[in-house]
C-alpha cells in the first residue's frame, strides 16, 4: 500500500491536498484497518501525508514558501551527493550502473508514460547515493520533500531540464571531479526554483 501510493502520486493519480479515505484505501488495497493506519504513519515519517485526529489524512500540500525552503535543504543535501560520489566514483564498479540511470531517464523522457520519469528520476539519485556510500545521506535524502515538490509543479519543461542537468552532473562525477558536480547540482536546483516560480506567476 505504501508503495502503490507513492506511485499514485509519480502518476498525479493523486494530487497533493488530496483526501485518503481509510475505508476506501483499505478497499482498494485489500488490507485491513490497522495496515491502512501503519501506511500513513510511515507516509508521515516520509513527509507524503499529513494526519489530523479529527479528519481523513491528506496528501501533504506546500505552499510556494515551503517548497522554497524544500529546495534550500536540497542545495546543501544534493552538493554533498554529488562530491561524495565524485570522491568515490570508481570507473570500473560505477560506470555501468551511472550510463544504466541515465539510459533510463533518457528512454522515460522519449516515452512519457505518466510517472515513468519519476520513477527514473529517484533511480538516479539512488545510484548516486549508492556511489557514494554515504549511508546517513542514504537515510536522510528520501526524507527531504522534494517528491512532493515534483508532484505539485509537472512541468514538461522541467523534465527535459532535468535531464540534461543530469548528464551535465553525471559526467562530472566520472571525470572524479567533486566541485564540479556539486557545482552543476547547485545550477540544477536554481534552474528548478526559476521554473516554480514561474509557474507560480501563472496561478
Do not use: C, W
Not at 539510459?103 to 529517484?122: H, I, M, Q, T, V
Not at 557514494?132 to 508532484?151: D, F, Q
Request: glycine letters at 6%; zero cysteines; proline letters at 2%.
Amino acid at each position: 500500500m505504501y508503495r502503490g501510493i507513492m506511485r499514485a502520486l509519480e502518476e498525479r493519480q493523486l494530487v497533493p491536498g488530496q483526501r485518503l479515505v481509510e475505508t476506501e484505501l483499505a478497499a482498494q488495497f485489500g488490507v485491513g484497518r490497522n495496515a491502512v493506519r501503519e501506511a500513513m504513519q510511515r507516509l508521515a515519517v516520509r513527509g507524503i501525508v499529513n494526519l489530523s485526529r479529527f479528519s481523513s489524512a491528506s496528501i501533504r500540500q506546500l505552499d510556494l514558501d515551503e517548497t522554497l525552503e524544500v529546495m534550500d535543504v536540497a542545495d546543501a543535501m544534493v552538493v554533498l551527493v554529488a562530491r561524495t560520489a565524485a570522491l568515490r566514483y570508481d570507473r570500473r564498479v560505477h560506470r555501468i550502473p551511472l550510463a544504466a540511470a541515465i539510459a533510463a531517464l533518457k528512454a522515460a523522457d522519449e516515452g512519457r508514460e505518466p510517472g515513468s520519469f519519476s520513477r527514473a528520476r529517484r533511480g538516479f539519485y539512488r545510484t548516486l547515493l549508492m556511489i557514494g556510500g554515504n549511508r546517513e545521506l542514504m537515510r536522510l535524502l528520501p526524507a527531504v520533500s522534494l517528491h512532493i515538490v515534483h508532484a505539485k509543479y509537472h512541468i514538461m519543461q522541467l523534465q527535459r531540464l532535468r535531464l540534461v542537468d543530469y548528464k551535465k552532473i553525471a559526467a562530472a562525477i566520472a571525470k572524479k571531479n567533486p566541485s564540479t558536480a556539486g557545482a552543476a547540482f547547485l545550477k540544477h536546483n536554481a534552474n528548478v526554483r526559476r521554473a516554480i516560480l514561474g509557474q507560480a506567476k501563472l496561478r
